[in-house]
Nanobody, 128 residues
Framework: QVQLVESGGGLVQAGGSLRLSCAAS????????MGWFRQAAGKEREFVAAIKRNGGSTDYADSVKGRFTISRDNAKNTVYLQMNSLKPEDTAVYYCAATNTYYSGTYLPRRGHEYEYWGQGTQVTVSS
């Protein structure tokens, strides 16, 4: 089992920055990949970014590419999402997720059902 706790959400003006953190506990050594998803009010959950355990491979949704950066500190069992140049359309509840499933090559899962563990979410609100 892996437990995930997100933090760092809040209210920020458009153009501002926030850094989300996801602290993992439990069997973290087996977490192959971790990802961030978001869900805006009235919309479906969508993929934001993902990273392999060794940090050597990352993937981003087109909507955040160039603005968001995912990273991880395995010594602290923490994954980060640095969000810059925030836009009102980035407003959502952001969720951290982890999977123990191994995927060969550089593939990183983008679909929610590919992740077994989820955090409770943290609200990000970007005002215009």
């Amino acid at each position: 089992q892996v437990q995930l706790v997100e933090s760092g959400g809040g209210l920020v003006q458009a153009g501002g920055s926030l850094r989300l953190s996801c602290a993992a506990s439990g069997r973290t050594s087996s977490s192959y990949a971790m990802g961030w998803f978001r869900q805006a009010a009235g919309k479906e959950r969508e993929f934001v970014a993902a990273i392999k355990r060794n940090g050597g491979s990352t993937d981003y949704a087109d909507s955040v590419k160039g603005r968001f950066t995912i990273s991880r500190d395995n010594a602290k069992n923490t994954v980060y999402l640095q969000m810059n140049s925030l836009k009102p359309e980035d407003t959502a509840v952001y969720y951290c997720a982890a999977t123990n499933t191994y995927y060969s090559g550089t593939y990183l899962p983008r679909r929610g059902h590919e992740y077994e563990y989820w955090g409770q979410g943290t609200q990000v609100t970007v005002s215009s």
